[in-house]
């Protein structure tokens, strides 16, 4: 029997909640697949700032470097938003464990299923139907990085200072993620950058071609990012993988999950250089925050947190089918007529958090 050790980190507001579900479905998996996997809890986020001082404790960091993978909840929230900036959950927590794992390479896949359309802010014509799009996020560099980076005085006023910097390597690894994932899909990546005036968008452009040519059964396509955030509203679906860079992959993931209908169906996987004999260490986390207005309500959607686990097993732990059963599993009681609030629609059965997990681990 395969044996894997799992760094369950939930976090804040909805985590806890969201992240029982996925064991629940996790312990159905270990059964039917043969597997054993030796989860290990530790604080992060603002309860670790309550108990420990701190939002990443050098005991959660720790329990993270001894396992085969990481799955993350959601951190931050009202109570901890007056701390000063870089000592607040997300930024003190979640930035931290990225550079510390050399996670590189985020995968948001944005899907809106057929059945879900109508929870879509956008127009039927535009998502009738549902799409798919992956977005292949650089973590580890760019803005969110680079040195210097400061607010000092300067003449009598602030002044605040951030770098964009880009190595050509940080690009190419990038960029073979991104045209792998498409090679298994559609066969399109749009690159995205701002070659007309950044010269970091220049040599991304000129590193994400030159990597193509590695791939000639995928087509590149370039946009710039201002033009990319228009055409993704306008046509979702004339998308296949989204290449972007930290901080434009940051709001053009939010900008799709927005378009997809849902922030509760929604995962993530963050994957680091290290690799594994089944594939490469990773964090695993649900796109959507903490939702503290409805945190303790037992109304959040865990799907987000039970399709994460799935990218745990397929990208960290080698386990496919395991992976395939949950999100089959997904799309049955979808088909099935269940919704959590967020995404619920007249028909439909209205359930809780507690109940659609359960489904879900009775369709597996
Ligand atoms: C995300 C979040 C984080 C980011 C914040 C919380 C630091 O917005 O994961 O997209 O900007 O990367
Ligand atoms: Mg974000």
């Given amino acids: 029997m395969k044996a894997f050790k799992i760094a369950v980190l939930a976090g804040d507001g909805i985590g806890p909640e969201v992240m029982a579900e996925a064991r629940r479905v996790l312990s159905v998996v270990e059964k039917k697949f043969a ?11 603002g309860i670790a700032i309550d108990v420990d001082g701190r939002a990443l404790p050098a005991e959660t960091l ?20 007056g701390l000063p900036p870089n000592e607040q959950p997300e930024r003190a927590a979640l930035l931290p464990l990225r550079k510390h794992f050399g996670l ?19 127009k039927e014509s535009i998502v009738a139907g549902g799409f798919d799009v992956l977005c292949v996020r650089e973590l580890t560099g760019g803005l969110y990085f680079g040195q210097p980076k400061s607010i000092r005085e300067e003449g009598g006023e602030l002044v605040a200072v951030d770098t964009m910097v880009y190595r050509q390597g940080e690009i190419e690894r990038i960029a073979h993620v991104a045209f792998k ?40 396509q370039h946009l710039y990012v201002d033009n990319a955030a228009m ?7 004339g998308f296949d993988v ?14 799709m999950a927005m378009i997809a209908g849902s922030l509760g169906m929604l995962p ?45 097993l397929r990208y960290a732990l080698g386990e496919a089918a395991a ?34 997990g359960e489904a879900v681990a009775a369709a597996i």
């Fill in 242 to 255: 989204v290449l972007a860079e930290n901080l434009f992959g940051d709001i053009l993931s939010d900008e």
């Fill in 268 to 312: 993530s996987a963050s994957l680091g250089l290290k690799e594994t004999s089944t594939g490469r260490f990773g964090l695993f986390e649900p796109s959507g925050g903490t939702a503290p207005d409805i945190a303790g309500k037992g109304i959040a959607n865990p799907i987000a947190q039970i399709l994460s686990a799935a990218m745990m």
């Fill in 181 to 220: 994932a498409a090679q298994g899909r559609r066969k399109l990546v749009t690159s995205i950058d701002k070659a007309n005036v950044l010269e970091n968008g220049v040599l991304w452009r000129r590193t994400v071609t030159e990597i193509a040519k590695q791939y000639p059964d995928v087509k590149l």
């Fill in 35 to 45: 597997l054993r996997l030796d989860f290990e809890e530790a604080r992060v986020g």
């Fill in 323 to 356: 992976a395939d059963a949950i999100e089959a599993a997904v799309v049955r009681v979808i088909d099935q007529g269940l919704r959590t609030g967020d995404i619920w629609s007249e028909g439909c059965r209205r359930v809780g958090t507690c109940e659609m």
């Fill in 104 to 122: 590189f390479a985020n995968l948001r896949p944005a899907l809106c299923f057929p059945k879900l359309t109508h929870a879509s802010p956008v």
């Fill in 62 to 81: 720790r329990v993270c470097e001894e396992a085969d993978a990481i799955l993350f909840g959601s951190v931050g929230g009202p109570k901890w938003e």
């Fill in 231 to 237: 055409q993704l509203i306008r046509n979702p679906k």
